[in-house]
Nanobody, 114 residues
Framework: QVQLVESGGGLVQPGGSLRLSCAASGFTFSRYGMSWYRQAPGKEREWVATIASADASYVDSVKGRFTISRDNAKNTVYLQMNSLKPEDTAVYYC?????????WGQGTQVTVSS
């Protein structure tokens, strides 16, 4: 079955960097676009970035700071996060959509604080 496992979260100071990973299994990874979402305390889950085969798109608030990438040989999607701000604090999830089915990972916590 489809499994998505995120890792790489943690506590980082403002201005710092983190790289999140999402290891996928149970489907042909290279055939699907992959997305990152995040959910801050008390807020709804929001879309962060998506990567298809080569094209990437981002929410305005992270443009120029975050980079989404993928390694199809490793069935992994990444989110490189630079110049982190306290407002980036959230649980980060990866997501894949297959037809009418939406699959989520368990999430990884990112906390940006001094």
């Amino acid at each position: 079955q489809v499994q998505l496992v995120e890792s790489g979260g943690g506590l980082v100071q403002p201005g710092g960097s983190l790289r999140l990973s999402c290891a996928a299994s149970g489907f042909t990874f290279s055939r699907y676009g992959m997305s990152w979402y995040r959910q801050a305390p008390g807020k709804e889950r929001e879309w962060v970035a998506t990567i298809a085969s080569a094209d990437a798109s981002y929410v305005d608030s992270v443009k120029g700071r975050f980079t989404i990438s993928r390694d199809n040989a490793k069935n992994t999607v990444y989110l490189q996060m630079n110049s982190l701000k306290p407002e980036d604090t959230a649980v980060y999830y990866c997501r894949v959509v297959q037809g009418l089915r939406v699959y989520w990972g368990q999430g990884t916590q990112v906390t940006v604080s001094s």
